[in-house]
Nanobody, 115 residues
């Protein structure tokens, strides 16, 4: 399986910002669709954002323009820039790489938004 490493979680206040990163060294990175998902306690994992190999992006409705997904193929890294955070964004965030029959997940990084 593709190994995904997710530094970049952390603590923010409401209205603050965080940037998540997910690196996949050794992978054929540029050939994957990349995504971010999140899961809060007692809830199902939910879609947050997707970026295709061509750079097209799709976002969940709750993002409301606050988040931006991007990729750096040279660094084999996908980012999620999160602005104007609120407490409902508190969750474990997972990056995802997908190509054909492959579907790989990072270990998850905790994002906590609290006053």
């Amino acid at each position: 399986q593709v190994q995904l490493v997710e530094p970049g979680g952390g603590l923010a206040h409401p209205g603050g910002s965080l940037r998540l990163s997910c690196a996949a060294p050794g992978s054929d990175f540029s050939s994957y669709f990349l995504g971010w998902y999140r899961q809060a306690p007692g809830r199902q994992r939910e879609f947050v954002a997707l970026i295709t190999t061509g750079g097209a992006t799709t976002y969940a409705g709750f993002v409301k323009g606050r988040f931006t997904i991007s990729r750096d193929n040279a660094k084999k890294t996908v980012y999620l820039q999160m602005n104007n955070l609120n407490t409902e964004d508190t969750a474990l965030y997972f990056c995802n790489c997908r190509r054909g029959g492959g579907n790989y997940w990072g270990q998850g990084t905790q994002v906590t938004v609290s006053s």
